[in-house]
């Protein structure tokens, strides 16, 4: 029997019309690139993603994610920069300026969004807040005007504190801007600063033996991939050489860590979602201002403060917003 040529075209249309949509859609997903310095572990896009979701996003239906971790290699950024980019991923999200830079060196087209950056100005990372210009756009965290103010707070803390070991990373930006703009508030409190210059995991012990002989009372440790991603080393250590330590999120306080101070560290991630929808709908970054934080926090340790000795003065803790104890 001969078919008719009319019932076969139809019986074709109806076979895709009828096919899952998300087979059709699958290759259509915009794509969200997350390079981190970081290990998988520290879980910076799983964070990221409930701001996402918050804006009717849901992986696997309307957005796809392709994730690259360098695993504290900052080595390694580049050329994961460039796989992302060989992808084409539709924007590139980074959780701090070493990344971001790795992000902006591979490519001039392809949007970005940072969440963290000290001071992106001074780095040469956007050329103003309000037009960053170019593909790049994203969150400053006032990293190193900050830096000031935890000096205050340990000075709080400890009224004849002297010397503070400033713990810091030259291969990440934003930690060498910290010790920079650390240097002016030490010199207005009397205090002398103790470098504690370390990048790579097996510096960080010898560094402490190095501010322990240099006389250091307390740490002032800044933001960087390395640290974050030995948390516990670092507040362990810490507390074994009997050092009050100030940190830059509260986090740290949930580790170990005696104090810390720093924007709050939701913002960012909700925030960065914002200017990821804007970008998914056809706003251009240059259009995008650089946000500034508007909420801060600060985070105590009574536990920590016992096992040095210290009391914590009332006007201190009126102003903590999370204690641990």
Known sequence: MRKNPFYSALAVLLFVLNCPAEAQQKGKLPVLGWLSARPASLLGLERFRPGLQALGYMDGKNIAFEPRYANNDFDRLPALAAELVSLQ?????????????AAKNATKTIPIVFLNAADPIASGLVDSLARPGSNITGLTNLAGVLAGKRLELLKEIIPKLAR????????????????????FPARELGLQLRSMEVS??????GAFREAMRARGAAMAVTQSPLFLSNRKLVTDLA????????????????????????PDDS??????????DKILKGTKPTDIPV?????????????????????IPPIVLMRATRVVK
């Open 164 to 183: 503070v070991a400033v713990l810091w990373d030259p291969r990440a930006p934003g930690s060498a801007q910290q010790w920079k703009e650390s240097h």
């Open 239 to 262: 507390l074994k050489n009997r050092l009050p330590a100030i940190y830059n999120r509260t986090d740290w306080i949930d580790h170990g860590g005696l104090i810390s101070y720093g």
């Open 200 to 205: 790579s995991i097996d510096k960080i012990e």
């Open 89 to 101: 991923v539709d924007v590139l999200v980074t959780p701090s300026t070493i990344e971001a830079f």
């Open 291 to 311: 946000e500034q934080p508007m909420g801060f926090e600060m985070g105590l340790n009574f536990q920590t403060a016992k096992a040095l000795g210290l009391t």
């Open 267 to 276: 913002e960012p991630i909700k925030r960065a979602a914002v200017m990821v």
